[in-house]
């Protein structure tokens, strides 16, 4: 199994570009999510989904979009880029949705906003 | 919204013992749960408590939790380099939404 794969693992945007950060998983698993680390802030919930054709708001999901057309895959799309959107992002996966279920962490994607 | 908070920096010698502190503010809270990040990765799920437990070792970890204070804490015993990381604490709020504190950067001097 190749995990949680991400793309690309470094991105240079200029603001008001778009773009979409990859994920993929080869686990089958049910839960995906995408967090957002930001220095002294830790990790923060952007958008996550329970399944395919099922997608929620995180924490902080404006000036995100996502969708989940299959099980595989969980790509978050950038409409215009901001300066306050340069972050590490970070897709994560588990089996299913009880808490006990590990989550798995992709290696991220560093992002830069000019 | 629900807060998980954390010190931001622990330094160690290597053989001695860490405790990495964690408190939160939701108190329905099930699962909570310890990461390590290391330089340039992902974080990786070390260990894990359910809310109706006091205590759980797992080798060198030993979870805490006082569900009274809301505090949560690691202690890693016999630290050594290797150890050297950043560690998270998270918490499951509600069924599907996962809230981490700030991160621990712990640092083991040889």
């Known amino acids: 199994n190749a995990g949680v794969t991400q793309t690309p693992k470094f991105q240079v945007l200029k603001t008001g570009q778009s773009m979409t950060l990859q994920c993929a998983q080869d686990m089958n698993h049910e839960y995906m999510s995408w967090y957002r680390q930001d220095p002294g802030m830790g990790l923060r919930l952007i958008h996550y989904?329970?399944?395919?054709?099922?997608?929620d708001q995180g924490e902080v999901p404006n000036g995100y979009n996502v969708s989940r057309s299959t099980t595989e895959d969980f790509p978050l799309r950038l409409l215009s880029a901001a300066p306050s959107q340069t972050s590490v992002y970070f897709c994560?996966?588990?089996?299913?949705?009880?808490?006990?279920?590990?989550?798995?962490f992709g290696p991220g994607t560093r992002l830069t906003v000019l | 919204g629900e807060d998980v908070e954390q010190s931001l920096f622990l330094s160690v010698r290597e053989g001695d013992s860490s405790v990495i502190n964690c408190t939160y503010t939701d108190s329905s809270s099930t699962y909570l749960y310890w990461y390590k990040q290391e330089p340039g990765a992902g974080l990786q799920l070390l260990t894990y408590?359910?809310?109706?437990?006091d205590m759980k070792q797992d080798q060198r970890l030993t979870v805490l939790l006082n569900k009274k204070d809301k505090h949560l804490s690691l202690r890693i015993a016999d630290t050594q380099t290797g150890d050297s990381a950043i560690y998270f604490c998270?918490?499951?709020?509600?069924?599907?939404?996962?809230?981490f504190g700030t991160g621990t950067r712990l640092k083991v001097l040889a």
């Open positions: 408590i359910f809310s109706n437990m």
């Open positions: 994560a996966s588990s089996y299913g949705t009880s808490g006990r279920n590990t989550q798995y």
């Open positions: 998270a918490v499951l709020s509600g069924t599907y939404k996962y809230i």
């Open positions: 989904s329970v399944g395919a054709g099922i997608t």
